[in-house]
């Protein structure tokens, strides 16, 4: 089943660090972007950033650059977002999801999500 | 950056009606615009890409339109099924729009 898994929800502190990950199988991994959408709590969809897993090449939505971490291990077929200093904003879902196109991406297979809540 | 802008926020229907979103981008993004219905509690679902190509196992009743700056979500005769938010996306940059939620009348 081609499918993306991602990791369980998590509870933090602010300040803390914090790293999310994103399994794919069913595909080739390496033969497909991989990016992440936030939502907000009641909020909309924003597109996050998103990484080439056969190169690791990654580019990120200008509102994201400097705030968080896309990374990826293609040995494991599997992508990151991770955060060094966490904020209360940063509570959401978040959702990795396969890119398709070329240097022009829209969404087709989408993991389940990680909530991430920031809280004292 | 270029902005989407979505309307109606809100959309009010019956089961079997025709139903229309429409989709505004602040300047052109030629066909580069995806559709999304995502239902509470779960992950958006592909829709429609390049404007108007419909998604494998997407049911026809959904179709899409338009190119440049101003495109259309239409579900020809809404089911019960449908009733959730949905989203436009450009994908020239990196927006996505605010949302249309399509509720029971």
């Known amino acids: 089943e081609v499918q993306l898994v991602q990791s369980g929800a998590e509870v933090k502190k602010p300040g803390e660090s914090l790293k999310i990950s994103c399994k794919g199988s069913?595909?080739?991994?390496?033969?497909?972007?991989i990016g992440w959408v936030r939502q907000m709590p009641g909020k909309g969809l924003e597109w996050m950033g998103i990484?080439?897993?056969?190169?690791?090449?990654?580019r990120y939505s200008p509102s994201f650059q400097g705030q968080v971490t896309i990374s990826a291990d293609k040995s494991i077929s599997t992508a990151y977002l991770q955060w060094s200093s966490l904020k209360a904003s940063d509570t959401a879902m978040y959702y990795c999801?396969?890119?398709?196109?070329?240097?022009?991406?829209?969404?087709?297979?989408w993991g389940r999500g990680t909530l991430v809540t920031v809280s004292s | 950056d270029i902005q989407m802008t979505q309307s109606p926020s809100t959309l009010s229907a019956s089961v079997g009606d025709r139903v229309t979103i429409t989709c505004r981008a602040s300047?052109?993004?030629?066909?580069?615009l995806a559709w999304y219905q995502q239902k509470p509690g779960k992950a958006p679902k592909l829709l429609i890409y390049?404007?108007?190509s419909l998604e494998s196992g997407v049911p026809s009743r959904f179709s899409g339109s338009g190119s440049g700056t101003e495109f259309t979500l239409t579900i020809s005769s809404l089911q019960p099924d449908d009733f959730a938010t949905y989203y436009c996306?450009?994908?020239?940059?990196?927006?996505f729009g605010q949302g249309t939620k399509v509720e029971i009348k």
């Open positions: 300047q052109s993004i030629s066909s580069w």
């Open positions: 069913g595909y080739s991994f390496t033969s497909y972007w």
């Open positions: 999801a396969r890119g398709r196109g070329v240097f022009r991406w829209y969404f087709d297979l």
């Open positions: 390049d404007a108007s």
């Open positions: 996306q450009q994908y020239n940059s990196w927006t």
């Open positions: 990484i080439y897993p056969g190169d690791s090449d990654t």
